[in-house]
């Protein structure tokens, strides 16, 4: 990310995120360019990835690393299937390539949510599971006027078939600083 107002609002913060690398990803470049070829000034992510979870834990992002180390350590590789191009709705605007609740998806986020809970750091964004939409943001769009919005998402929603597919065998640890943006990639579970 380079963006120095974005970098600026996100300094403080951590995330843990899948990326993407085969089948997703190339589904997910494709949407993004077509998305942007019609409307080019939207902001946009560099590249797709699916957050797991948000903190704000800038004086301790050594101890909540260790923590998802842990945890990744013990959490198998997890499958990602993209179900439909949808969007969330006004005051957000944003396009989605909406994913597949599956069984390994599911249980990553769930135990997630427990080795956490023993926890005291700070999360943001974080909703309960059955109101958790797993997605790769594929566009902000909050600029857009209503009728803008309505006919760039009619443009693009749609279900997905036959549903681009991969498995991912590890997450990403995000933390953003007074240096900018840093990422250490933490294996998941051997199989």
Excluded: K
Excluded at 51 to 69: I, K, N
Excluded at 138 to 157: K, N, T
Excluded at 168 to 180: A, E, K, L, M, P
């Amino acid at each position: 990310m380079t963006d120095p107002a974005l970098l600026d609002s996100l300094r403080g913060q951590q995330y843990v995120v899948l990326r993407p690398h085969a089948e997703v990803a190339d589904f997910y470049v494709r949407e993004q360019s077509a998305v942007l070829a019609r409307v080019p000034s939207l902001p946009h992510p560099n590249s797709g990835h699916v957050t797991l979870r948000g903190f704000f834990e800038p004086e301790r992002v050594e101890a909540l690393r260790d923590r998802v180390r842990s945890w990744g350590a013990v959490t198998p590789a997890i499958e990602l299937r993209i179900e439909a191009v949808d969007g969330f709705p006004p005051p957000f605007q944003v396009v989605i390539a909406r994913l597949t609740r599956r069984d390994s998806l599911v249980d990553a986020y769930t135990s997630l949510t427990e080795v956490l809970d023993s926890t005291d750091f700070r999360r943001i964004g974080e909703l309960p599971l059955d109101e958790w939409v797993f997605h790769l943001s594929v566009a902000y769009a909050g600029e857009l006027d209503g009728p803008g919005w309505d006919a760039l998402l009619s443009g693009y929603q749609r279900e997905i078939v036959p549903a681009p597919a991969e498995c991912v065998s590890s997450v990403d640890f995000v933390w953003y600083d007074d240096d900018g943006e840093h990422t250490e990639s933490i294996p998941l579970q051997e199989p």
